[in-house]
T-cell receptor
């Protein structure tokens, strides 16, 4: 049962344009959402996060949008740069209880930014 | 961001031997750390939660006798893959949450190859 889904395995974007990566989730207990960037044979690098009480969080070129009713979030990268090329993982964490802090990851989306 | 160090980055071992992987939080204390596993072209799957001073808790389907976890101090958790077999070959990654547990920082990962 895939509780966090990234339905696009890959995305190709021209440098300077916007990259939009999407993520859907099914578990209503998820309360906090994160985006990570990952290169092969390396650990994920934290990019940006959002709490369920917000619908938008912005940090430089990265903006995450959360639509709680649709159980959907997206990561916008503007403008996209070739150095952004990597695998992007969406992750979700529940609010509390024994599962607090545990992350459930999506399958990842390979972003390629062409010069 | 916070720094999590993982060692070794790559290990090759013979079938039947045991391998220990270390995860250290370098600039913060972590009473809880998490161990993940990633197979090629797949997502990160949570294996277990490492708790300082108490037993680790394992996710469903993860053999606790196979993957021994020790969290002896506030900055160190170790994962020992006992009697490793080729099917244990994978990429193992640890993470440690900041205070409040919302954002997790990951180690660089350990590539285990069992011959």
């Amino acid at each position: 049962d895939q509780q966090v889904k990234q339905n696009s395995p890959s995305l190709s974007v021209q440098e300077g344009r916007i990259s939009i990566l999407n993520c859907d989730y099914t578990n209503s207990m998820f309360d906090y959402f994160l985006w990570y960037k990952k290169y092969p044979a390396e650990g994920p690098t934290f990019l940006i996060s959002i709490s369920s009480i917000k619908d938008k969080n912005e940090d430089g070129r990265f903006t995450v949008f959360l639509n709680k009713s649709a159980k959907h979030l997206s990561l916008h990268i503007v403008p996209s740069q070739p150095g952004d090329s990597a695998v992007y993982f969406c992750a979700a964490s529940p609010a509390g209880g024994t599962s607090y802090g545990k992350l459930t990851f999506g399958q990842g989306t390979i972003l390629t930014v062409h010069p | 961001g916070a720094v999590v160090s993982q060692h070794p980055s790559w290990v090759i071992c013979k079938s039947g031997t045991s391998v220990k992987i270390e995860c250290r939080s370098l600039d913060f204390q972590a009473t809880t750390m998490f161990w993940y596993r990633q197979f090629p072209k797949q997502s990160l799957m949570l294996m277990a939660t490492s708790n300082e001073g108490s037993k680790a808790t394992y996710e469903q389907g993860v053999e606790k006798d196979k993957f021994l976890i020790n969290h002896a101090s506030l900055t160190l958790s170790t994962l020992t893959v006992t009697s490793a077999h080729p099917e244990d070959s994978s990429f193992y990654i640890c993470s440690a949450p900041t205070s409040g547990k919302n954002i997790q920082y990951f180690g660089a990962g350990t590539r285990l190859s069992v011959l």
